[in-house]
T-cell receptor, first 115, second 110 residues
Framework: DSGVTQTPKHLITATGQRVTLRCSPR?????VYWYQQSLDQGLQFLIH???????AKGNILERFSAQQFPDLHSELNLSSLELGDSALYFC??????????????FGPGTRLTVL | LAKTTQPISMDSYEGQEVNITCSHN???????ITWYQQFPSQGPRFIIQ???TKVTNEVASLFIPADRKSSTLSLPRVSLSDTAVYYC???????????FGTGTLLAVQP
């Protein structure tokens, strides 16, 4: 158990819908990262927040957005869902802002299925 | 961020030592070499990180030559539970994201 929690574990929805994935980082961790893992794209970095502020963006679509709240939990919002958005979405957390000395701890993931 | 190249897959038997080599020719001065392990449908897990020479922890060793253009993850006496995908990454202090390649699928057989 990494200490990072993600809800829900599974999510099944239809194309065009909007969903929210939630992540609670380990106690004391200020950084939250979101990753998407699909069969054809592998593990892709989406976005990084540190203490409520966006720090880096990766291959995140405009239909996707995220935020980190004052209590440090984070939400990833996916809208206008397409079949290709079906994937495992992982949240990770680390203590600091830079990752060189701060390993990332990954949550169990949310499996999103878009029908 | 430096691109890494590693074998797509490797086979081994229980009790053997496994060495997975990763190439990172364009590694930056500030980059650290980091390895993660991932089991199916689970999030990646940090294994080890190093800058140069040799690093050892309770699960693995990491060998990095002086030119740092490659590195080798060594897993001593593997067991069936070590069957997983192993990712090699170059992680720089100025960047805040992990760029995963295709990884190496290690299959350990009895």
């Amino acid at each position: 158990d990494s200490g990072v929690t993600q809800t829900p574990k599974h999510l099944i929805t239809a194309t065009g819908q909007r969903v929210t994935l939630r992540c609670s980082p380990r106690s004391g961790d200020l950084s939250v990262y979101w990753y998407q893992q699909s069969l054809d794209q592998g593990l892709q970095f989406l976005i990084h927040y540190y203490n409520g502020e966006e720090r880096a963006k990766g291959n995140i679509l405009e239909r996707f957005s995220a935020q980190q709240f004052p209590d440090l939990h984070s939400e990833l919002n996916l809208s206008s869902l397409e079949l290709g958005d079906s994937a495992l979405y992982f949240c990770a957390s680390s203590v600091g802002e830079e990752q060189t000395y701060n390993e990332q701890f990954f949550g169990p993931g949310t499996r999103l299925t878009v029908l | 961020l430096a691109k890494t190249t590693q074998p797509i897959s490797m086979d081994s038997y229980e009790g053997q030592e496994v060495n997975i080599t990763c190439s990172h020719n364009n590694i930056a001065t500030n980059d650290y070499i980091t390895w993660y392990q991932q089991f199916p449908s689970q999030g990646p897990r940090f294994i080890i990180q190093g800058y140069k020479t040799k690093v050892t922890n309770e699960v693995a060793s990491l060998f990095i030559p002086a030119d740092r253009k490659s590195s080798t993850l060594s897993l001593p006496r593997v067991s069936l539970s070590d069957t997983a995908v192993y990712y090699c990454l170059c992680v720089g202090g100025a960047t805040n994201k992990l760029i995963f390649g295709t990884g190496t699928l290690l299959a350990v057989q009895p």
